[in-house]
């Protein structure tokens, strides 16, 4: 996109005609015939200063001014669940059988072998630089928060968020086995780290243990006390005997719940039966609970077996959680370790598989606020995930004119404007991370 470039300089100028996902625009832009509006935008120091139908005269003869040609123009994104500190072990940590519990442990042993600030630091950065290049501007990471881990990797993130600042809006939550909640000791340590680290998250991830509701109960009163929200890894498995998600939305309800509340994973809403399917879903829409799916992951992990095709996809039921009104999203999760041995946290390529493995293109215009306006409410986001007049120029342009187009290609060509000006930002090069401790050649 090189004759682009130097128009991006200028403190006022035009974007003409753009394809607009109308599910990202607000007032009569957001209504009419297709998925897109044809809009011309303004741009005046670093916001988008007006946003209009092609044609109607807003962009002035004395402004510079881009026609992008019919092009799809984007918001930045919104990553919604990613494991930041897991990023980027898989050289020396795989998974040889592909399994859930191979790529647990893998973790574990590597945890406790490598993770070191200085590992951690090495390679959190290098994939939120990654994520910056694509055009991510906001992520949500998972923090394993167990014994000195917790002491280790929060600081880091902490030094991380602060950095980037201004660039990425980082969110972490810290993640523990459900059962810990019951372990007085943990839940104060947890409790004062997400204090002196200025987080307002609380999470973990479940599973069907005994005493899960009084666990949950645990969680949910502390996260009410403190004014936290809170961020639940859940029934992560195709065992059809785990309905974690239905406890989590009942928790929800007793407690009369105010804050935000995100669930991951929700691997077996899919493959209960109609009944059971409907009635958790029932739950969840009344506790007003969110729900990310992380497509590329769990379909390369849910049903994994050495030597057998897998069966079903891993993915959570989208299409009947939307239709009851539930806040649904799709995100990254891992990159580059057991869980997952690929991504780069291009959530361009998580909207393109995801419309692939789930069928987010019935119709795709609607699937649109998965990926911006969905996880931004998710997380807390004012002024994310949408074209409004008034917000930031942090834009991604694409020269594809359809969905079709668009999730063809991986569109590598795209220009990611931040406050209006080209972003310059190159992704960084895996050798970057031959120097840390037991790397693999």
């Known amino acids: 996109m090189s004759p682009w470039h130097s128009l ?214 502390l996260a009410q006390r403190k004014g936290y929200d809170l961020d639940f890894h859940v029934d992560e498995t195709e065992d059809v005997r785990s309905n974690a998600l239905r406890v989590i939305a009942e928790t929800a309800l007793a407690h009369k719940f105010e804050g935000r509340v995100l669930c991951g994973h929700c691997c077996t809403l899919s493959r209960f039966d109609d009944d059971e399917r409907a009635r958790t879903i029932d739950a969840v829409a009344r506790a007003g609970l969110s729900i990310v799916s992380l497509p590329m992951c769990n379909i390369y992990l849910q049903d994994s077996y050495d030597g057998r095709t897998p069966r079903w996809r891993g993915v959570t039921a989208l299409h009947e959680l939307r239709a009851a009104g539930v806040n649904v999203m799709i995100a990254s999760d891992n990159t580059r370790d057991p869980f997952y041995a690929y991504g780069d946290l291009d959530m361009m390529e998580v909207w393109r598989e995801g419309a692939r493995i789930a069928h987010l293109d019935r119709p795709p215009g609607a699937w649109t606020p998965s990926i911006f306006a969905s996880p931004a409410r998710a997380m807390g986001l004012a002024g994310r995930g949408a074209l409004s007049a008034g917000g930031p120029a942090d834009l991604v342009l694409t020269r594809a004119r359809s969905f079709t187009e668009l999730f063809a290609r991986p569109q590598s060509d795209r220009t990611i404007l931040r406050d209006g000006r080209r972003l310059d930002a190159e992704l960084p090069d895996y050798s970057e991370l031959d120097a840390l401790e037991g790397f693999g050649s």
Not at 23 to 46: C, H, K, M, W
Not at 83 to 94: E, F, M, N, S, V
Not at 128 to 145: E, L, M, N
Not at 162 to 187: K, T
């Open 8 to 221: 991006f300089d200028a403190p006022l100028y035009g974007l003409a005609d753009a394809r607009a996902p109308r599910a990202l625009l607000e007032g009569p832009l957001a209504s009419g015939p297709g998925a897109f509006a044809r809009v011309d935008l303004r741009i005046e120091n670093g916001r988008i200063g007006a946003i209009a139908a092609t044609g109607e005269g807003m962009l002035t003869v004395d402004a510079p001014r881009l026609s992008l040609n019919g092009g799809i123009i984007l918001p930045t994104f919104v990553d919604a669940h990613t494991h930041l500190d897991k990023g980027h072990i898989w050289p020396r940590a795989d998974n040889p059988d592909g399994t859930f519990l191979t790529a647990l442990g893998n973790v574990l042993r590597d945890r406790g072998e490598y993770w070191t600030a200085k590992d951690v630091a090495a390679r959190m950065d290098f994939a939120i630089r990654c994520a910056y290049a694509h055009g991510t501007a906001a992520i949500r990471t998972h923090i394993d928060s167990v014994g000195a881990q917790t002491r280790i990797s929060w600081p880091v993130f902490a030094e991380a968020r602060d950095r980037w600042r201004g660039r990425v809006d980082l969110q972490a939550s810290p993640l523990f086995a459900i059962d810990l909640a019951l372990d007085e000791a943990h839940m104060r340590d947890i409790e004062a780290n997400i204090d002196a680290h200025g987080s307002n998250l609380l999470g973990g991830a479940t599973f069907m243990i005994p005493n899960l509701r009084e666990a949950l109960d645990a969680m949910f009163a």
